[in-house]
């Protein structure tokens, strides 16, 4: 089946509110994915002087920390704030604004790096095929996706929560570009095989994520971020109230929780040329 070429609707979505709701809570957002990208940077052991290219680096939070260590860094990707964000935070680190799935790239990379940053190409066949071509011979690729949203207690809760409370949403099939869309680990093999890459590996990760610092701030977070935002994007004040409510009732039961977490399932994918 043919895929779908172009990424305007994601370049659209990340230069918008999202990207601008990104850049303004970079702090917060990196501190919710610290334990995910300790075990990435564990996985991906970038050495110092090694190339790395991060991949849909956004604010650039792990290419700094990638860079601590000694490696030459380069950000790519499509969110003009999110970038501007990156720049403000590292100058010794360069960033490009481009479409990671057709780029021009030379093969001038030992590692391609991604937290979450891979999974929203329109045709991801040509997008790793394209990848692949950043790599210098026997170079690797590490990256984190989220497993199926039904795995991630901190989607799942909400959704639940909040969908009898906004208007009908568009059924995303499990292969649209969107963070869900690697979920499927046959899928993914298939599209790095074709793309040329080896040894593929997969393993499942979970891991505590930091919502807010209490129950009231994790409520506001989870409406201005990820799968909820989408789902209220178009609800009236009336719904967003009500689904409000139905967040603080269905978070209930962790509240407890100081700071508040919730548990997070994320796949980390690696594989050589
Ligand atoms: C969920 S955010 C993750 C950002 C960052 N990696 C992090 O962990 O903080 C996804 C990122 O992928 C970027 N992105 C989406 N499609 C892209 C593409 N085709 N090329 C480059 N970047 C892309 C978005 O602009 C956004 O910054």
């Known amino acids: 089946m043919s895929q779908p070429q172009s990424n305007a609707d994601q370049i659209a979505f990340w230069n918008g509110d999202a990207g601008a709701k990104w850049a303004k809570a970079q702090d917060r957002l990196d501190a919710m994915l610290s334990e995910i990208s300790a075990e990435l940077m564990r996985a991906a052991a970038p050495q110092p002087g ?67 940053g891979v999974m929203f190409f329109a045709n991801p066949d040509a997008a790793f095929a394209n990848l692949r071509t950043a790599l210098k011979p026997g170079g690797r690729l590490t990256f984190a996706c989220w497993r199926d949203w039904r795995e991630n207690e901190w989607v799942r809760i909400p959704i639940s929560a909040v969908r009898p409370h906004v208007p009908p949403q568009p059924q995303l099939g499990p292969e649209d ?84 977490t919730m548990d997070g399932a994320v796949w980390i994918v690696s594989a050589t040329l």
């Open 177 to 260: 570009p969107g963070p869900f869309a690697f979920a499927d680990l046959t899928r993914v093999r298939r599209i790095l095989t074709y793309a040329g890459f080896d040894r593929i590996t997969a393993r499942p990760l979970d891991a505590v994520m930091r919502l807010g610092n209490s129950l009231d701030d994790a409520i506001t977070h989870i409406q201005d971020f990820g799968p909820v935002s989408r789902m209220l994007a178009d609800a009236s004040t009336a719904e967003k109230a009500a689904a409000t409510t139905a967040l603080r009732e269905a978070f209930k039961p962790f509240a407890a929780r100081t700071p508040f």
């Open 50 to 116: 090694e190339h790395v290219l991060d991949i849909g680096c956004g604010c650039g939070g792990t290419s700094i920390e990638i860079a601590k260590g000694g490696a030459h860094v380069t950000g790519i990707d499509i969110s003009q704030p999110m970038l501007a964000r990156a720049r403000q935070r590292a100058t010794n680190i360069s960033f490009i604004e481009a479409d990671a799935a057709t780029h021009n790239f030379s093969p001038a990379f030992d590692l391609l790096f991604s937290r979450f």
